[in-house]
Nanobody, 116 residues
């Protein structure tokens, strides 16, 4: 099992930046991919970015060119750098670890509000 703890959310003005962090604790060797999702009020949870153990990264069209997913292996931390934020980026952001045998774990989420 893997425990995930997100941080870094908050209130930011349109055009601003935030960096979300996700501490990854536990059976790290079982992880096959790390992902960020977001869920706006009244909407479904959508995948924002993926980082595979092979180093491949993938992004939702809505965030391409603005968000960057990365990992610091020494600190066992996943990041999501968010630039040029828009009001429609407002959501609760969650990290997810996909593990072997089809298992997965979720963090508790961190809230991001983009508003002037």
């Amino acid at each position: 099992q893997v425990q995930l703890v997100e941080s870094g959310g908050g209130l930011v003005q349109p055009g601003g930046s935030l960096r979300l962090s996700c501490a990854v604790i536990g059976s790290i060797t079982s992880i096959t991919a790390l992902k960020w999702y977001r869920q706006a009020p009244g909407k479904q949870r959508d995948r924002v970015a993926t980082l595979t153990t092979g180093g491949g990264s993938y992004y939702a069209d809505s965030v391409k060119g603005r968000f960057t997913i990365s990992r610091n292996n020494a600190k066992s931390t996943l990041y999501l750098q968010m630039n040029s934020l828009k009001p429609e980026d407002t959501a609760d952001y969650y990290c997810k670890a996909d593990r072997t045998w089809g298992n997965s774990d979720w963090g508790q989420g961190t809230q991001v509000t983009v508003s002037s």
